[in-house]
């Protein structure tokens, strides 16, 4: 198990910066999901999480009111009514995220964590469905939200996406991740069939992801896990792993041509 210096949650971290030559739009973007993350905020939080510049916050928050894609309640700012309807359209995963209903519930009531399952979207891993509870603050859990790129879903895919006699060189290390570190957790990975992650936030934060696979024995989504207390790692890591196997049932059921 490797530790960063990061968070779970990605999308709202250090790389935010002051939108620049990266555009007013990637700014709004990353305002949007840190409010995402954290429900609601005044503008001093959504500058603190962001990392932008308290003017440009304040300016990008006036713009996307106008728009419809933020609200305003009593100074603090959410997610309006236009995005979220926008969002309900990202229909592409819809079976999978049916089909994760049941093995979600299970796995939540069971850990009392928060929970999702991930797949790789546009060269990121996507959130594509998630349950809410313990450590929700720090983990990824709705739709859309991205994983930052050491992320222990990125671990699966990056370790047992492919059969050995398949497999690629390993991808670059991602930022805080020497070579070696990067090389020593992805063998981890292959020998456990799953990754843990610590992250600091707030304290030690863990993050374990288990593959879910098609009838052809591809990983096509990784259940992710904040586990809520070491202590019990090992009975989550139990029900993670059962949580995985229903839903790979669960897809592997689907007739060929059936729906996405």
Known sequence: MEQGRGTCAGGT????GAPGGRGVLAGAFVLLEEMARVGEAGPSALAAGTGLP?????????QLVELGAVEQHQGRYRVGVTLARLGRSWTAHRFLARSA?????????ETRATVCVAIP???????????????????????????????????????????PSARTPPPPPPPDHT????????R???????????????????????????????IVAAV????????????????????????????????PGGPA
């Open 13 to 16: 971290g250090g790389e935010a």
């Open 54 to 62: 308290k003017t440009t916050v304040h300016r990008l928050l006036g």
């Open 101 to 109: 209903a049941g093995p979600l519930r299970h796995l939540a009531l």
């Open 121 to 163: 979207s546009g060269g990121r891993m996507t959130v594509v469905t998630g349950i809410a509870a313990a450590a929700r603050e720090f983990f990824p859990h709705l739709p859309g939200q991205t994983l930052p790129p050491d992320s222990a879903a990125d671990v699966v895919f990056a370790a047992l996406g492919a059969p």
């Open 179 to 186: 070579a070696n570190q990067w090389a020593r957790r992805l």
């Open 188 to 218: 981890t990975a292959r020998e456990q069939g799953l990754d843990l992650h610590q992250y600091e936030w707030g304290g030690e934060r863990l993050c374990l992801a288990v593959p879910v696979h098609a009838a052809s024995g591809e």
């Open 224 to 255: 992710g896990v904040a586990v809520p207390d070491p202590r019990r790692l090992a009975h989550t890591t139990e029900v993670a792993r059962r949580s995985a196997r229903m839903l790979s049932t669960s897809i592997q059921r689907l007739p």
